[in-house]
């Protein structure tokens, strides 16, 4: 709830409903990253599942905690990613007991 | 080098660039620089009758550049500055008639002669804009608070960039300090975080500019507009001048502020 100052300053929106303003705002700067990229959402999803998929045949990832997402600095476009790793010592053994099968394939 | 050549382009259509165009080259004249248009419109002539004078036209651009007159020819003085001409464009070719050399080769001859050539760009991203571009010195991209103009201007800079005539400078049209302030609007701090790059102004929704366009009177000459203001400034810092940005959303003050909380709005 907004309270009277903010009312009276106008700087708050009305209870319950986004502004068609930063609808406008968010909207624009999903589309405008992969406008400028060339790169449609699906496509980068792909990417983002090989990528790991690569890594994961290395080392465990933390699936719940991947944040890979483009980013904007200025008027370039930038990948950032963090893909933590999992701590336990059995993950990691049975990743390269899987690489070793591949590679036996 | 000489005079300097700046483009008004956007992209997207309807977003005011020949009445940006217009009004910037009027208000130039007014601060005393000898400037020439140039519609580069090809088969859509408009520059002419938003200025005034579309009764007066003998030769066009195309004219120019397949050699059938002098530039002097085809350049149609103001009826109020006589430093302010018009080379007009042609309406019954297409965006092929003229290359991005011809336009270069034009402009570097206009260049000895006055302070600045400034070019209304066609809208769209194909020959006319490249035509438009190639030229330019400065590149103006006109937009509306729109999500569709936003977009298109977007792409228009990138591909300035991509040409190494970017980023540009940006030219706010339509501002609706309203409905900004309702939060239904772009505000201009949202446009220029979305497009990162600098904006030269900020134009607010002004009914002045219909009836200005109607009887061929650039708005900025009329004192008492807003977008006149606003356009006067640009032409400002055009020349170089620190015009500071008059925010959009001024305070409107206190009391009216509580007169409309208990108005219920």
Redesign the interface.
């Known amino acids: 709830m907004p309270n009277?100052f903010d009312?009276?300053?106008?700087r708050s929106?009305p209870p319950g409903s986004k502004?068609?303003?930063?609808m406008?705002?968010e909207?624009?700067?999903f589309?405008?990253i992969h406008?400028?990229i060339h790169l449609p959402p699906e496509k980068l999803d792909a990417m983002k599942r090989e990528i790991l998929a690569v890594i994961s045949k290395y080392v465990s990832i933390d699936n719940d905690h991947v944040d890979i997402a483009l980013q904007?600095r200025?008027?370039n476009s930038l990948l950032i990613a963090e893909i933590p790793f999992l701590k336990t010592n059995e993950g990691i053994e049975e990743e390269e007991s899987n690489i070793k099968t591949d590679d036996d394939l | 080098m000489g005079g300097k050549v700046v483009t008004i382009t956007s992209g997207k259509g309807g977003v005011g660039k020949t009445t940006t165009t217009a009004n910037i080259g009027v208000a130039l004249a007014r601060l005393n620089q000898k400037v020439v248009l140039i519609d580069a419109d090809i088969g859509l002539r408009n520059l002419d009758i938003v200025m005034g004078l579309e009764n007066r036209i003998v030769y066009d651009l195309v004219d120019v550049v397949e050699g059938r007159c002098k530039p002097r020819q085809a350049m149609i003085k103001h009826k109020s500055f006589p430093e302010l001409y018009l080379i007009p464009a042609a309406q019954t070719r297409d965006k092929t008639a003229v290359s991005p050399a011809d336009m270069i080769q034009l402009t570097d001859t206009l260049r000895t002669e006055f302070d600045f050539i400034i070019i209304d760009s066609p809208a769209g991203i194909e020959r006319g804009f490249r035509n438009a571009v190639a030229p330019a010195d400065e590149v103006l991209i006109v937009t509306n608070p729109?999500?569709s103009a936003?977009?298109d201007a977007?792409?228009v800079?990138?591909l300035l960039?991509a040409e190494n005539k970017g980023?540009g400078q940006l030219i706010l049209n339509r501002a609706k300090q309203d409905?900004?302030?309702?939060?239904?609007?772009?505000?201009p701090e949202?446009v220029t975080?979305?497009l990162?790059?600098k904006l030269i102004g900020i134009v607010p929704e002004d009914e002045l500019v219909i009836p200005s366009s109607n009887s061929g009177i650039p708005v900025t000459l009329n004192d008492n507009s807003k977008a006149g203001e606003a356009f006067r400034n640009i032409a400002r810092r055009l020349m170089g001048e620190d015009v500071p940005l008059t925010p959009l959303t001024e305070s409107?003050g206190?009391f009216k502020?509580?007169a409309r909380?208990f108005a219920g709005g």
């Not at chain 2, 409905?179 to 505000?187: A, D, P, Q, T, V």
């Open positions: 009277l009312r009276v300053f106008g929106a502004k068609s303003g930063n406008a705002k909207r624009l700067q589309v405008l406008d400028r904007q200025d008027r | 729109e999500v936003v977009r977007d792409r800079i990138g960039e980023p409905m900004i302030r309702k939060g239904e609007m772009l505000s949202d975080d979305l990162a790059i409107k206190l502020r509580i909380l």
